[in-house]
């Protein structure tokens, strides 16, 4: 009877191994599910004489049970500021007259780092799958640099620094990565154009080109109507 016990006893313990090896490759499969983090769009054109400002929307999609998610994004600030921003309905609102985000503001180097949002206890969480999204945020951007034209850059970082990635965290607290590289098809780098006022003086020179211009062709065809006269 021993015998057997301890027969049995070292089949389950030669289990082990295998059993660890599972668990860790669904592990590994769980943790390499990634989302899709993204701009709307690619590009951003900012007429001076139309608006100082311009609005950019952050959305999310392909996230399964997400409680809680973190990323950051940049900008020159030599051109651009981000005064302000509206949180999105995909992730929970915090107390009154709160977005619920916990943002760490650097704007004399242009960034929004460490922007971290989570369910409280209980609540959430949400999943949504392409080809439908979830309004993350949309930042509001003004133009602070001389001398444009300008083209610059707005971008959704991978890094953000401390050791600490662009990330979303599930109800299992498995973190995951969101699925951006150089030159995927998803939209993480946004080129901004931006477009001088078209001034008065600058106005003033081309009527005043449109008038003699003008004024040159109704002497031309009175002259020439004049000659046929004589």
């Known amino acids: 009877m021993k015998g057997t016990s301890s027969k049995k006893m070292i089949q389950m313990v030669s289990l082990i191994p295998v059993v660890l090896m599972v668990c860790a490759l669904f592990a590994s499969v769980e943790a390499s599910e990634t989302g899709i983090l993204a701009f709307e769009k690619d590009s951003v054109v900012l007429d001076l004489a139309d608006s100082q400002w311009f609005e950019l929307k952050i959305n999310i999609t392909d996230v399964t049970d997400l409680k809680a998610m973190v990323f950051s994004v940049e900008w020159d600030p030599t051109y651009l500021e981000v005064p302000s921003y509206t949180a999105g309905d995909f992730l929970p609102a915090g107390p009154p007259d709160a977005t619920g985000w916990m943002i760490t503001w650097d704007h004399v180097a242009g960034k929004m780092k460490e922007a971290a949002n989570s369910f409280m206890p209980?609540?959430?969480?949400?999943?949504?799958?392409s080809p439908n999204w979830g309004w993350v945020m949309?930042?509001?951007?003004?133009y602070v640099g001389p001398d444009p034209p300008i083209t610059t850059s707005i971008n959704i970082t991978k890094n953000i620094g401390l050791g600490m990635d662009?990330?979303?965290?599930?109800?299992?607290?498995?973190?995951?990565?969101f699925d951006y590289i150089d030159g995927d098809p998803y939209i993480h780098v946004?080129?901004?154009?931006?477009?001088?006022?078209f001034s008065s003086a600058v106005a003033m020179v081309v009527l005043l080109m449109v008038v003699t211009l003008l004024a040159?062709?109704?002497?031309?065809?009175?002259?020439?109507?004049?000659?046929?006269?004589q």
């Open 216 to 229: 040159l062709a109704f002497k031309r065809k009175h002259g020439l109507r004049w000659s046929a006269i």
């Open 138 to 142: 949309t930042l509001n951007f003004s």
């Open 166 to 177: 662009t990330k979303w965290r599930d109800s299992l607290n498995v973190y995951h990565d």
């Open 122 to 129: 209980g609540k959430g969480p949400v999943s949504v799958s």
């Open 190 to 197: 946004v080129s901004t154009d931006i477009i001088p006022e």
